[in-house]
């Protein structure tokens, strides 16, 4: 009988060699880190905004973006279409900074366009 220790490592290695097939997924975009897109950044934007302001407001989409390297992370300047509670949608002007790979991001500006 083999000890519970090597069952539990021999599952453990077999979990991390199925995650790293898994992980080597390549962005297409090679100048954008992964999990930094437009609309991801969009949403936090929309998300962020709405837990300050208590506005509920909901993400619809992004129609225009411009990313810049900016003080050793990335600014978004973007203009995000969100909707609110009764459903009426609006354009807003949004900037966002952030750091990728790390929990620095904040939303600097949130304007309606």
Known sequence: MRPLGAVLFVV???ALVAGAAS???EDPRNDVPAGTHPPQIARFAV???SMNR?????YVGVSD???KQHQGGLRYKMVVTAADASGATADYKVLVWGTPGTY???LLE???A
């Open 12 to 14: 453990l290695a077999a």
């Open 23 to 25: 992980a080597r997924f």
């Open 65 to 67: 973006s411009d990313v």
């Open 110 to 112: 949130f304007k309606k």
């Open 54 to 58: 208590n506005a509920k407001l909901r």
């Open 104 to 106: 620095q991001w904040m």
């Open 47 to 49: 998300l962020v905004y």
